[in-house]
């Protein structure tokens, strides 16, 4: 049995604690907040509740394989069920579509819509990622990069120099699909010119997948790995901030904090990397990816449409994102708006201009700018910049160069969000292995 200590408790820490604790290895995580969950954890104020995350995830599989490695199913705990519809996108040029997710023939028919061949473009687009996605599934989503054993393909597509900017440019005439390919990346702060072009087969995953939500917030889901740890007899300090990586003889043999050494035989780092001194020149070549300005808002529901989807995207100079659903008590409706892009003045100020004025509906607001965010949660969310394809090998996970320590969460994984999040806890799992 080895001494494990996960330092972070948001989503890549639990899940890795969760793993290798049914592994049979003697695990105490650290996290410095009060409680679990990281960015899973929502935003409360009286009797409403925001989600801080997003609301939905894709690759269920993931989720679903993460509870059964490490003890019960996840059925037996809570749902996740599908979103038909999880979002409605609005352009410049008046025109909105209602996109679902999980079916090709589904996305065809909606985009149709928006004028004959439009459709049969997305589809066309989408269906050419399906090379990248197995490739880069088995070599580097699933298992950790080895370049001595992954396909010729998925060594093509690391080093290609194409980005996802030239791409959409050369793939996709209408600026409205440009707009759809490029929003998962536009999101997450990234600059469409330094993203690799397979970065965009987040859309076929969506496609193949769908999108899946869990009834009551997906905050449901950090609970559910919090308990899953108690279950465990994982050790959990909360309150606790590492402060290093403690290295003697060459290899990592405890983790410092403000009390004192944690004794372990291996670290697991599940937080921004540059916040322990041992990690940080090892991950001096990446570059944060802020979070967007958000503003958590408490509305006055009355004549709010009873159908608005999950989230409504606005494209533009600035994207904004509203998200419809979080918890509130009748007549009140709980909405969160995200910007991304230049917003030079109030939010929701920016958002009526184009064409979603919220202001005189505002009972109650929370605003969260991205430096706030980071500092709330330790880190970023959003893991790290896309700084063209050597962002790959930059980041840190599974493997770090320092013996002894491995990396998993936001800032260790090539993809993006939740799914890809918790594939990074499985990497940390499989390279540990069983006790």
């Known amino acids: 049995m080895s001494r494990v200590v996960v330092v972070g408790g948001g989503l890549g820490g639990t899940a890795a604690a969760a793993r290798l604790a049914k592994l049979g290895h003697d695990v105490h995580l650290l996290e410095r907040a009060g409680a679990l969950g990281g960015a899973l954890v929502p935003v409360r104020s009286g009797d409403l509740t925001w989600e801080s995350a997003t609301a939905s995830t894709t690759l269920p599989a993931v989720v679903r394989d993460l509870f059964r490695k490490s003890g019960r199913p996840l059925e037996r ?85 194409t980005s996802l900017h030239r791409h959409l440019r050369r793939s996709l005439r209408d600026p409205r699909l440009r707009a759809l390919a490029a929003h998962p990346a536009v999101l997450g702060g990234h600059d469409l010119r330094a993203v690799p072009w397979w970065v965009g087969l987040e859309t076929y995953v969506e496609q193949r997948s769908g999108t899946w939500t869990v009834p009551g917030g997906m ?39 403000a009390a004192g050494e944690v004794d372990a035989d291996v670290v697991v780092c599940a937080v921004d990397p540059r916040g322990l001194p041992t990690l940080a020149p090892h991950a001096a070549r990446t570059t944060p990816a802020l979070p967007p300005v958000v503003a958590h808002v408490a509305l ?20 904004f994102v509203v998200r419809t659903g979080g918890q509130a ?30 202001r005189e509906r505002v009972l109650e607001r929370h605003d969260l700018s991205p430096l706030q965010a980071v500092q709330r949660w330790g880190g970023s969310p ?17 493997r770090t160069p320092v013996p002894g320590v491995l990396a998993c969460g936001a800032h260790a994984t090539s993809g993006a969000g939740l799914p890809f999040v918790g594939l990074s806890a499985a990497l940390v799992a499989e390279v540990v292995g069983p006790a």
Not at 82 to 92: D, I, K, M, N, Y
Not at 119 to 146: I, K, M, N, Q, S
Not at 225 to 246: E, I, M, N
């Open 219 to 257: 905050h449901r889901l950090g609970e559910a790995l919090a308990d899953r740890l108690a279950t465990r007899r994982v050790t959990v300090s909360l309150g606790t901030a590492a402060t290093d990586v403690v290295v003697r003889g060459g290899r990592a043999v405890a983790v410092a904090t």
């Open 329 to 358: 008590p009748p007549g009140r409706a709980a909405w969160t708006v995200l910007g991304r892009g230049p917003v030079s003045e109030d939010l929701l100020r920016a958002l009526a201009r184009v064409g979603v004025d919220l």
């Open 77 to 161: 705990e809570l749902d996740l069920v599908p979103l038909a519809v999880p979002r409605e996108h609005r352009f410049p040029d008046g025109s909105r579509v209602r996109l679902p997710t999980g079916s090709r023939a589904a996305q065809l028919e909606a985009l149709e819509g928006l004028g004959a061949g439009v459709g049969t473009a997305w589809v066309d687009h989408v269906a050419a990622y399906a090379p990248a996605w197995e490739a880069l599934r088995r070599d580097l989503f699933e298992r950790p990069w080895a370049p001595d054993l992954a396909t010729a393909e998925a060594r093509d597509l690391l080093r290609s120099r």
């Open 382 to 398: 959003y893991g790290v910049l896309w700084q063209g394809r050597r962002s790959v090998t930059d980041r840190l996970g599974p």
């Open 300 to 319: 006055d529901a009355t004549g709010l449409p009873d159908d608005a989807p999950p989230e409504v995207v606005v494209h533009g100079e600035t994207t």
